[in-house]
């Protein structure tokens, strides 16, 4: 059973960060690539980040790069999203997500966190 944990969702001011983070099994993270996606109201659900599960080879959306960053920690099984100069456009609910087979095919995924970005 494949478990995903986020946190460190919430409301933030334009321009202001946040760091998201995703809790998983030690094996889980050697098994899978893990990556996150966001889904906003109204909206197509769209692959922000990826990192894979042996080389740790990252790889960023057009629309987040340079503003966000996935890393793993492997010695406390977790993952995080650190999210920079965030925008209105950011907002949506945020999932982590661990596939077996590449990044954006995903098989598990957490239960969410929302992000808000608004004055």
């Known amino acids: 059973q494949v478990q995903l944990v986020e946190s460190g969702g919430g409301l933030v001011q334009p321009g202001g960060s946040l760091r998201l983070s995703c809790a998983a099994s030690?094996?889980?993270?050697?098994?899978?690539?893990i990556g996150w996606f966001r889904q906003a109201p109204g909206k197509e659900r769209e692959g922000v980040a990826c990192?894979?599960?042996?080389?740790?080879?990252?790889t960023h959306a057009a629309s987040v790069k340079g503003r966000f960053t996935i890393s793993k920690d492997n010695a406390n099984n977790m993952v995080y999203l650190q999210m920079n100069n965030l925008q209105p456009e950011d907002t949506a609910v945020y999932y982590c997500?661990?596939?077996?087979?590449?990044?954006?095919?995903?098989?598990?995924w957490g239960q969410g966190t929302q992000v808000t970005v608004s004055a």
């Open positions: 030690a094996s889980t993270l050697r098994t899978y690539h």
């Open positions: 997500a661990a596939g077996s087979k590449r990044c954006g095919d995903y098989d598990y």
């Open positions: 990192i894979t599960k042996i080389y740790g080879i990252t």
